[in-house]
């Protein structure tokens, strides 16, 4: 059973930064996609950032320019650097990783940030 270990989360003031880390059980030099999703409360889960196996990285409009997703292979880890926070940034943020086309993602346990004004 694979498994995605996220950390990095924590209380931010707006205008600060957070990297969110994404170590997995398994190599991730043969993903086919990963990314990065977000839940607020009373909100549905959405969609932060991807990258693909080729490198194609897809950005939420509401990050773009702040957010950078990222992988370190030597590391089985993913990442999310998070710039120029907002408090509507405030969340628990999820990876997700896929290897195959056809599988299903896993997903990690979430980790929450929360962005004070």
């Known amino acids: 059973q694979v498994q995605l270990v996220e950390s990095g989360g924590g209380l931010v003031q707006a205008g600060g930064s957070l990297t969110l880390s994404c170590a997995a059980s398994k190599d991730i030099n043969s993903i086919n996609r990963m990314g990065w999703y977000r839940q607020a409360p009373g909100k549905q889960r959405e969609l932060v950032a991807t990258?693909?196996?080729?490198?194609?990285?897809n950005y939420a409009d509401s990050v773009k320019g702040r957010f950078t997703i990222s992988r370190d292979n030597a590391k089985n880890t993913v990442y999310l650097q998070m710039n120029s926070l907002k408090p509507e940034d405030t969340a628990v943020y999820y990876c997700?990783?896929?290897?195959?086309?056809?599988?299903?993602?896993?997903w990690g346990q979430g980790t929450q940030v929360t962005v004070s004004s």
């Open positions: 997700s990783v896929s290897w195959t086309v056809v599988s299903d993602p896993y």
């Open positions: 990258m693909t196996s080729g490198g194609r990285t």
